[in-house]
């Protein structure tokens, strides 16, 4: 709440003022109590404008101190403010603790002056910009060093100011109360530093300048509003970190158990041709020259071919044997040897930053057993992990959006009402001003210049009125003479003519129909082109240009210039004409086409789609918004680069021949700026570890790791917090409130309008046919041949538009019980469909567990009848219908009748036709049985599994295996006999009608289909490629499982509404390919050395002409980049591996090194071309991808809504496992196990138990890790007998502790799961103890001991033992769990379709870049291992490109493969592209889906556990504890016995004593004997717990309701009264009671002063009776209150 003038206006801040805060702090201690409830006010921070609430600064209050308005501050800050001219706030503090001056101090006033003023505050921030920018030069020339010199004076003036004007320690407000400050204070301090003293050769002392940067941040009040958001978000994601870290050390420590050494394993030729020869193992040669003659090396590799041990690892050739000899892979940075480098491969695989070498290198040394490994890490753990970050941050993000809207909606309304009417006052104080100035220049014309200006701008009243500026009275005259033409009758018939044609519907249609064809124009230009194609790509130009510049002109004869400039999109489309003219007229400036006018044209067409609009909208409106944020990303990266150099630059330039041999400069460096930008650029985008080895082997690991680090981290969040915040700007996003604007009405128009027409046109051309025989009328129109269907039936819609149709054709006069919109709405309904006897979950019909149509269903009381029809047409299953369904279709009926449609037969025709029908009906029925059966469907589910698991079989190996593949053959044709009897079953139980109708049995017929043309196939040779389409026999596995089928809805229902989304993406690449189509077409070109493979240097080879004449007149391959920019199809696929950053490297490469048509490369020679890549990689992949996002939550949260809040990804059945599932984990229902009776057990009992030992087993698991820990893989033997006696001690403590606990628990120990796991983890660890020493320890791997003693670890994540956070954050996971495992189900069935399809057409292709003997497509495990990686999306490049060897230059179409009747090992690069692409958007889109569902989980668990909800346990804890209360089952308690009643039950409806006022205020009914009913205290219990709200109401109904059924002889009652009023008559009836004895004893008072004194002593007796009596009158009525 703001802060309003009246609690404390602006007073000068003065001696009195000073004095009352000394005296205030004197008394602190006293008033502290009153002072707890102040709060500051989020309006009246330091660095916020003061509101205007407080009026208009009075004169002498700027830049002077004045008491604090905010009275938190003043009272428990004792600080006072300064307001600048802009009305800043500034905040001091008043008291004096250290070196700080006082308020009334004239120097202190003069720095607050200088310190306050906008000037100052506008000097340092163009000191800090230039500062930053004179860094970022790699080498200065010598007159920066007088430009640094002055700033950094500026800067120590700075800090002096600061320090006079607040003090150096003087409260939050002084200048150390400021972190900002203490950092400037460093930075000054080491610049001075090393400017003057000896310690500037340190370049730690250098490179700390570079901070300077930061400083923009505290300049600026939003950066540093959003640093406080992000730091806040950074301690909620502390938690998530310390999973991870958690998680990644137990993946290292097991990957150093299982790889430890083994990626030294290489191939050695052996026997050695010099047996003297020895060799060198880490030799001191950096290049490692012996490693290169003594092993084995792949073509084209840079290190030598890894190999292993098992039968499934790496096989040497011959001649080679394997050894673990020579360095690790990649300059020896990979490697498991040691738990640093693990730890690096394994945050590099939770990155998914190069994984698929790491893949390569572990199964070529390991085995491919070990990809599970790899799935466990890549796939769900970097996935799991992703998706808490995410959601930590859109949680922050929307607590953060939460907070800023309450802050806006509590605005006070006097505050609001202060703006609009300073507004006021400003408007019209202008408004007076123009009309004085106008009426003394031209008092005459004013009035009809003014009208003249309203009629012109009369059509454009869309446009606000604040764009047009008060313009003074000259600009008024100009405008009428220039810009408003007004000349003579003629030009006005002209300008009511151009009017019409501008505004005519046809006329924008006719527009964007011409603004595609010039997108066509402009994407079928290619490389090379023929000159007559040149030619009339030319004269298509010049017809777009004279369209445009056409409407142009007519639109500014019909609005005129002033009329037609006055909307943004006319002067948008002018840019376009100037600069479309100017193009011709500078035919040589190509940047105007391919930066400026191929973007508008494109924008142009989005001025027609509502989409775009719309979209556009969202995202500058979110722009704005975010505009801090994205300055401080921008702000982020500079410094990074900035860093980078100055740390780098020096060791990237004197250190080079450490990377390369010829001692060449890198593409990726630190040495200049623009190469240390593109080099952060790059960590950003996810590809960090190449530059990272480079890094490591020119600085050192020391520097390199932790700048590294520092980006991935820091900039990541920044990047996480700007997409969730982009995705929840575009989640608004709706098609049903989108505005349409003028153009796309228009539009709309004239596509009905031309519909119309052809319509119109049809009609009359087919009006001689649309007459309908009469038989087929009255077949058509009979009701007992109709189709009934389920719930609304389709005969009545049937019936009704049949007759809507003949009433239409006749009179017209009679009327019908449905209109005809309602029929068609009807139609378009989804919850319509027919009602056919097919099993049930093989329906289309959603929400079939509704409960209103169970109820309907389930009401025996209702009276039904049978309809005549069947379900389908001959069908033989009934169908009940109601009685109001009965009465439409006879009304129906015998309107049709009444024209005569009624069909008649004779009666010897309908008892033929009965006797007929009779046995078809008996046959369908039987079918019907059949198919619906269940055995037959778990059948028919079992020959879909087995005809889908054999295609994994016919891999490149089944010639070989004659028995397998004859087999196969047979079971084919098995199968394929299997499902055509099945499919004839249900053709002739369902009908026609009905199995086409269902979407799932078409997919099956789909399939029988398949079937028939693989039998077809193997026929005949020349019909062999229709045995390639088996793959599609595995689409059957979606009609058959539930799980699939919902996942599939839920997929379509999510993504369809995003189409005209996904056309706007679309687009944007569209633009983006056809630009990289006119900057790199032709020019990737390179001659090649053949010998080498490597490009010609530009100085033996300039163009493709030298090139062909190289060597004795022999030309040398001139080829072109398999991914290039030659057309649009070719560069849409160059966008997609730049968007997927799998080989962008290399387009960016060919890109930046490109000079010209045929001309040859030059290294770097077009750097800056990088940009492209930068403005794609967020205009085109950044955005789209919030866009898309954005919209699929949004239609998720709508499908979810409409299912009441549950998961869309799990079937009905799964939603009750679910419920199951949250209870099981909210709440541990594991119950202790009991105590023991005996004193020995029961004091090992209470050992185990105690807290102190679980902790120290904890303890004991975590010192056992960090044995591993310390390992590596050169240890001495020492180290090894130590480590197998530690294992020892640890085995034989965990034993001890097994055998405690089997003392304490008996058999209780064996009834937990983790009991057990201990139990097992015992038994193998003393198995692999003793083993060795039986067998032999070659047998044995040495790790086997410690990687089983280190599964114990995971009982840091178990609920109760380990930190709660762990168990809070795995929460999500488990509940997510069924959806996920789901999706994971259709994203395997995928992946099973598309190795199949990869096995078909991939097999035999040449083993290059990505296809090598790991990854392939030679069998089943080899194609799943190529597809786990493209859905991770890594790897695919190098397989595409393997695929895009089809020429004889590349491979060899007549090789023969042995063992197979193929030939060749080329590629097809068309079906290459079709296949990754495909595969590439499938997964996205499931895996995207994967995300939001674990999100959507994770950001609705805070609300689930604050709603109180009660679960079916609870309700039979109820009654356990009521039998106890009502052992005669009389569902009633007394009254008396109901708060031990409460008090005896378990929580939540639990309520502990004294609880009878909160029994009272129950209101229970009671009946006669003050009893109360069971149903009315669980009703009553479960309002309490639950609350108020429409959802309790109709969970109370069905509770009620529930118990009525469960006691149909439910005793009845008559409520006389309830608790609250028995309560209310007994308080009356006491009240009275008092009263009256009150009354009596005033009476008896009065009687016995009336009668004489007898006896003293009685008079005492009595009197203290009657006191006595008073006494226990008061205490017993206030027993009863």
Request: with cysteine; net charge neutral; proline share 4%.
């Amino acid at each position: 709440m703001l802060t309003s003038p009246e609690l404390k206006g602006l007073v000068p801040f003065t001696a009195e003022s000073l004095e009352l805060i000394e005296n205030h702090i004197a008394k602190k201690c006293n008033e502290e109590h009153g002072e707890e409830d102040l709060k500051p006010s989020r309006d009246l921070e330091a660095g916020k404008n003061l509101p205007f609430t407080y009026g208009n600064l009075p004169q002498g209050t700027v830049s002077e101190p004045l008491e604090d308005v905010d009275p938190y501050y003043y009272v428990k800050r004792n600080t006072f403010m300064v307001l600048n001219r802009n009305r800043v706030i500034f905040r001091f503090n008043a008291v004096s603790i250290f070196c700080t001056l006082s308020p009334l101090s004239s120097l202190r006033r003069a720095a607050i002056k200088v310190l306050v003023h906008p000037l100052f505050r506008l000097l340092i921030l163009i000191s800090v910009l230039s500062d930053s920018i004179l860094m970022c030069l790699s080498n200065p020339p010598e007159w920066i060093s007088t430009i640094e010199n002055t700033l950094l004076g500026i800067y120590t003036f700075e800090i002096l100011v600061k320090v006079i004007a607040r003090g150096i320690w003087a409260g939050s407000f002084s200048f150390l109360g400021d972190l900002w400050n203490c950092l400037d204070f460093s930075v000054t301090l080491y610049e001075l530093t090393t400017k003057f003293s000896p310690l500037s050769s340190f370049l730690m002392l250098k490179i700390i300048r570079t901070l300077r940067i930061l400083k923009i941040i505290p300049l600026n009040h939003g950066l540093q509003s959003i640093v406080v958001t992000l730091a806040q978000c950074l301690k909620k994601l502390f938690g998530a970190i310390a999973l991870a870290l958690f998680s990644l050390t137990v993946f290292s420590l097991l990957g150093m158990g299982l790889f430890m050494g083994n990626l030294k394993h290489k191939c050695l030729r052996w026997p050695q041709e010099n047996g003297n020869e020895t060799l060198h193992n880490r030799t001191g040669n950096q290049y490692y020259i012996p490693e290169r003659e003594n092993f084995y090396y792949m073509e084209g590799a840079r290190y030598a071919l890894l190999c292993g041990n098992r039968t499934d690892a790496g096989q040497c050739p011959e001649g080679y044997v394997c050894v673990k000899e020579g360095a690790n892979p990649d300059k020896g940075f990979t490697s498991f040897d040691n738990f640093g480098w693990a730890l690096l491969a394994m945050f590099r695989l939770m990155a998914q930053d190069y994984p698929e070498l790491l893949y390569h290198q572990i199964l070529y040394a390991s085995g491919k057993v070990y990809m599970i490994f790899f799935v466990m890490i890549s796939f769900w753990f970097a996935f799991y992990m992703a998706s808490l970050f995410l959601g930590i941050v859109t949680m922050t993000y929307e607590k953060e959006t939460k907070r800023a809207s309450e802050e806006s909606r509590d605005m006070d309304p006097k505050y609001q009402q202060t703006v609009k009417e300073l507004e006021e006052e400003k408007d019209s104080a202008e408004m007076k001003t123009t009309q004085i100035e106008m009426k003394k220049r031209l008092p005459t014309s004013i009035n009809t210049t003014l009208d003249i200006l309203e009629d012109t701008a009369l059509g454009h009243k869309e446009e606000p009125e604040t764009s047009r500026k008060k313009c003074p009275m000259c600009w008024h005259k100009f405008i009428k003479t220039c810009f408003i033409w007004k000349c003579c009758p003629c030009w006005t018939k002209l300008n009511e003519f151009a009017d019409r044609i501008i505004t005519h519907p046809l006329a924008d249609l006719f527009l964007v129909i011409c603004i595609i064809l010039n997108l066509c124009f402009m994407a079928i230009e290619h490389f090379p082109m023929s000159e007559e194609f040149m030619y009339f790509l030319t004269i298509g130009n010049l017809v777009f240009i004279g369209i445009y510049t056409i409407e142009m002109i007519l639109k500014i004869i019909a609005m005129h210039p002033y009329g037609y400039f006055q909307r943004s999109w006319n002067i948008f489309d002018s840019i376009i004409v100037v600069l479309r003219l100017t193009e011709i007229f500078l035919a040589s400036f190509e940047v105007i086409t391919v930066f400026i006018l191929i973007p508008l044209i494109f924008i142009k067409l989005g001025k027609y789609g509502p989409t775009f609009r719309n979209l556009m909208r969202i995202f500058g409106s979110a722009l704005v918004a975010l505009k801090d944020l994205v300055l401080l990303l921008c702000i982020f990266v500079y410094f990074s680069a900035v860093f980078g150099m100055r740390l780098f630059g020096r060791s990237y330039r004197d250190c080079a021949c450490h990377i390369d041999q010829d001692c060449q400069r890198q593409r990726w460096h630190m040495s200049d700026f623009f190469h240390a930008y593109m080099t952060v650029f790059r960590i950003l985008c996810g590809e960090w570890i190449e530059t990272l080895w480079e890094c490591m082997e020119v600085a050192g690991q020391v520097w390199c790791i932790p700048f590294y680090m520092m980006v991935i981290l820091i900039g990541n969040l920044l990047i996480l917090y700007l997409f969730v915040a982009l995705v929840s700007s575009f989640g608004s996003y709706d098609d049903d409130t989108m505005e349409v604007s003028k153009e796309a009405k228009n539009l709309q128009l004239a596509m009905a309008r031309i519909k119309m027409g052809i319509n119109s046109v049809l009609r009359k051309i087919l009006c001689t046919e649309r007459s309908v025989p009469t038989e087929a009328t009255d077949q058509i129109c009979d009701p007992s041949i109709k189709e009934n269907i389920s719930g609304h039936t389709l005969s009545e819609l049937s019936n009704t538009q049949t007759f809507l149709r003949y009433k239409d054709e006749s009179n017209g006069t009679e009327k019908t019980p449905v209109t005809e919109s309602e029929s068609q709405s009807l139609i378009a309904s989804p919850s319509v469909s027919e009602t056919v006897p097919i099993a049930s979950g093989e329906s289309d019909i959603e929400n079939l567990d509704n409960k209103e149509t169970r109820s309907k269903s389930g009401n025996g009381g209702s009276k039904e009848k049978m309809k005549q029809s069947s379900s389908s047409e001959c069908s033989t299953v009934d169908i009940a219908i109601s009685e109001e369904e009965e009465m439409v279709y006879g009304r129906e009926k015998s309107k049709l009748r009444k024209n005569g449609y009624e069909h008649k037969s004779s009666t010897g025709q309908v008892s033929r036709e009965s006797r007929n029908g009779k046995i078809w009906k008996n046959i369908r029925k039987t079918c019907c049985k059949i198919v619906e059966n269940s055995w037959f469907e778990c059948f028919i589910g079992l020959v879909t599994l087995l005809c889908t698991g054999t295609l994994a079989l016919e891999d490149i190996y089944i010639d070989q295996r004659k028995t397998i593949k004859i087999l196969l053959e047979y079971a084919d044709m098995i199968f394929a006999y299997i499902f055509i009897l099945e499919m004839l079953l249900k053709w002739v139980a369902y009908g026609f009608k009905a199995f086409f109708s269902n979407n799932w049995y078409k997919l099956d017929f789909l399939v029988v289909i398949v079937f028939c043309l693989s039998l077809i196939g193997k026929t005949r040779e020349d019909l062999n490629p229709l045995n390639s389409i088996k793959f599609l026999r595995a689409l059957r596995v979606l009609s058959q499982f539930e799980r699939m089928k919902v996942v599939l809805r839920a997929l379509i229902k999510t993504t369809l509404p995003t189409v005209s989304v996904l056309l706007v993406c679309l687009m944007i690449w569209l633009l983006f390919s056809i630009t990289g189509v006119y900057l790199f077409a032709g020019k990737f070109y390179e001659c090649i050395d053949p010998t080498s493979g490597e490009r010609f240097s530009v100085f033996e080879v300039m163009n493709k002409s030298q090139c062909e004449n190289l060597v004795f007149n022999e030309s040398m391959p001139w080829e072109n980049a398999k991914l290039n920019f030659d057309n649009v199809g070719n560069g849409f696929l160059s966008l997609l591996q730049v968007a997927t950053f799998n080989g962008w490297i290399t387009i960016m490469n060919s890109a930046i090194d490109s000079v010209d048509v045929n001309m040859q490369p030059s290294f770097e020679h077009n750097l800056y071309v990088y940009t492209y890549f930068i403005i794609f990689v967020v205009l085109g992949l950044f955005l789209p991808l919030c866009m898309l996002i954005g919209v699929i939550i949004s239609n998720f949260n709508k499908q979810r809504i409409k299912q009441g809040g549950s998961n869309i990804f799990i079937t009905v059945k799964q939603r009750k496992q679910y419920r199951a599932l949250k209870k099981l984990l909210y709440a541990d229902s594991q119950k202790p196990a009991p105590r023991p009776i005996n004193k020995f057990q029961g004091f090992i009992f209470d050992l185990v138990t105690h807290r102190i030992f679980n902790v120290t087993i904890i303890l004991l698991i975590c010192f056992q890790a960090t044995t591993i820990m310390i390992q590596n893989d050169e240890q001495r033997p020492q180290m090894e007998t130590a480590i197998f006696w530690i294992n020892s001690i640890f085995v034989m403590l965990f034993t001890l502790e097994c055998i405690l606990k089997l003392t304490a628990f008996h058999c209780h120990y064996f009834t937990s799961a983790w009991n057990v796991h201990d139990f097992m983890v015992v038994i193998f660890s003393i198995t692999g103890l003793l083993l060795p020493l039986t067998i032999g320890p070659y047998f044995v791997p040495p790790s086997l001991v410690q990687l089983i003693l280190l599964s114990r670890i995971i009982h840091i994540l178990r609920p109760g033992k380990g930190p709660k956070v762990f168990h809070d954050l795995m929460l999500p996971l488990m509940l997510s769990l069924p959806a996920l495992l789901n999706i994971s189900l259709l994203i395997f069935l995928v992946m099973f379709i598309y190795a199949i399809f990869g096995m078909y057409n991939f097999a035999y292709v040449k083993k290059e870049a990505g296809i090598n003997d790991v990854s392939n497509f030679e069998t089943f495990g080899s194609s799943m291992l190529c597809l786990f990686q493209v859905t991770t999306f890594s790897g695919w490049d190098g397989m595409l490109d393997a695929i895009f060897n089809s020429q004889w230059s590349d491979c060899d179409p007549d090789k023969i493969n042995p063992g197979t009747q193929v030939k060749g090992d080329c590629g097809s690069p068309s079906v290459g592209i079709f296949y990754f692409v495909s595969y590439i958007l499938i997964s996205w889109l499931i895996i995207v889906n994967m995300y939001i569902a674990f999100i959507m989980e994770f950001l609705s668990i805070p609300s689930k556990k604050k709603a109180r909800t009660l679960s079916e346990d609870d309700f039979r804890r109820f009654f356990q504890v009521w039998n106890r209360f009502d052992p005669d089952r009389t569902q009633y308690i007394d009254s008396s016995k109901l708060s031990d009643f409460a008090a005896a039950l378990d929580p939540p409806l639990f309520m502990a004593k004294p609880n009878k006022g909160q029994l009272v205020a129950m209101d229970l009914p009671m009946a006669a004997g003050d009893r109360i009913h069971c149903l009315d205290i669980l009703l009553a219990f479960t309002k309490r717990v639950m609350g108020k709200d429409e959802r309790v109401e109709k969970i109370l109904s069905e509770i009620e309701s529930g118990f009525m059924l469960a006691n149909p002889f439910k005793i009845t009652y008559e409520p006389i009264t309830t608790t609250l009023k028995r309560k209310q008559e007994a308080v009356s009836a006491t009240i009275i009671q008092r009263a009256y004895k009150s009354y009596r004893l005033r009476q008896n008072d009065k009687n016995i002063s009336d009668i004489p004194i007898i006896d003293d002593g009685r008079d005492d007796l009595t009197s203290k009776s009657i006191h006595s009596g008073k006494i226990e009158e008061k205490a017993s009525i206030q027993t009863q209150i």
